[in-house]
């Protein structure tokens, strides 16, 4: 079974309620922003259709909705830097006190004390999202180097069985990034770099543990975000029943943007302390591998990436740290 423990996981998720709140805002805030771009681009289109098409101002309404909802992604690819930071950083500094049994504020207060903590650790955004993206990259490798799921299960005639778990396992390294973020937040690294190389050889050499908790939550996850998404199909579809032209179709998109917003708002920060305890227990005491730290560099051009950066922000000393070890 599972390492980790539900009860005090919710736990922590009550007492950090303001970041739970402000994820609502942002992700229900961008749900809502589909929502208006898809409807707005379909009137739009409908009435050009009226104008320069002869009974066919359905498709230009269809062709609309698509320019709306594809504008309303591309803003939301360019203010990632600002989720990373505001929303997901902060929470996961918050989460990493109350995991180590460390007292926070309570309220508003909380919000401005989580930003403290980063800031502290890392002078600019662009820092912390470079890292994200390094590490992000570099945990690409661990499925494979780690076995996958033929560590577990080395039975012949299963090849099926075992791609289809496989590509489980590797929806479930989703966030690992953010654990080695919160790795970072923990040991007070002021050499973020070379604390998140740290944080991946160690989590490549834990593997085995930390993915079958991976797995067991990424499997809650996506069962609820399902259970969700059916629900939200039947608010998604009366909102574009007041809609012009037959846009129908899209009562099954915006049902999978409502339960990508709930998920992001409610599931991912439960899943991410869940393993970032898991995560904190299961080191105690060890040191990064050597071995696993050549294996990594090998299987992957990100990882190589992380470590020349950590080198050179050591002035080319291996495993330095500027921190402690937990």
């Not at 062709?63 to 929303?87: D, K, M, P, S």
């Not at 919160?182 to 543990?209: D, M």
Request: include cysteine; charge should be positive; proline fraction near 4%.
């Amino acid at each position: 079974m599972w390492d980790f423990e539900v009860g005090r996981t919710l736990g922590i998720m009550a007492r950090t309620w303001p970041f739970i709140a402000l994820r609502m805002v942002v992700y229900f805030g961008i749900t809502v922003a589909y929502i208006v771009a898809t409807g707005s681009g379909a009137g739009v289109g409908y009435g050009l259709g009226h104008i320069f098409a002869d009974g066919g101002p359905e498709a230009f309404a269809f062709y609309g909705g698509i320019t709306g909802f594809g504008i309303v992604t591309f803003a939301v690819y360019w203010i990632r830097e600002y989720i990373l930071y505001v929303v997901k950083a902060g929470h996961i500094a918050v989460m990493v006190h109350l995991i180590d049994g460390r007292e926070v504020p309570g309220g508003q207060g909380q919000l401005a004390y989580a930003r403290q903590i980063v800031t502290d650790r890392f002078a600019e955004a662009n820092i912390l999202f470079v890292v994200d993206q390094l590490v992000k990259g570099a945990i690409r490798a661990i499925t494979g180097l780690i076995g996958g799921i033929a560590a577990f299960l080395p039975i012949p005639g299963l090849d099926g069985v075992v791609r289809f778990i496989n590509t489980v396992i590797r929806l479930s390294l989703t966030y690992v990034d953010e654990i080695i973020l919160g790795y970072n937040i923990r040991i007070n690294s002021t050499t973020p770099f070379e604390t998140a190389r740290q944080g991946v050889v160690l989590y490549a050499q834990n593997g085995k543990t930390m993915v079958k908790n991976a797995v067991w939550l990424a499997v809650f996850m996506w069962l609820l975000t399902l259970l969700v998404f059916l629900v939200m199909l039947v608010p998604a579809a009366a909102i574009l029943w007041f809609m012009p032209g037959q846009l129908g179709g899209w009562a099954f998109v915006l049902a999978i943007v409502f339960a990508w917003a709930f998920k992001a708002a409610f599931i991912e920060p439960f899943a991410i302390c869940a393993l970032m305890a898991v995560y904190f227990k299961v080191i105690v005491g060890q040191q990064p591998n050597p071995d696993w730290d050549r294996r990594l560099a090998d299987a992957s051009s990100k990882f190589r990436e992380l470590k020349d950066r950590a080198l050179a922000s050591l002035g080319g000393s291996a495993w330095g740290s500027a921190a402690g070890r937990p």
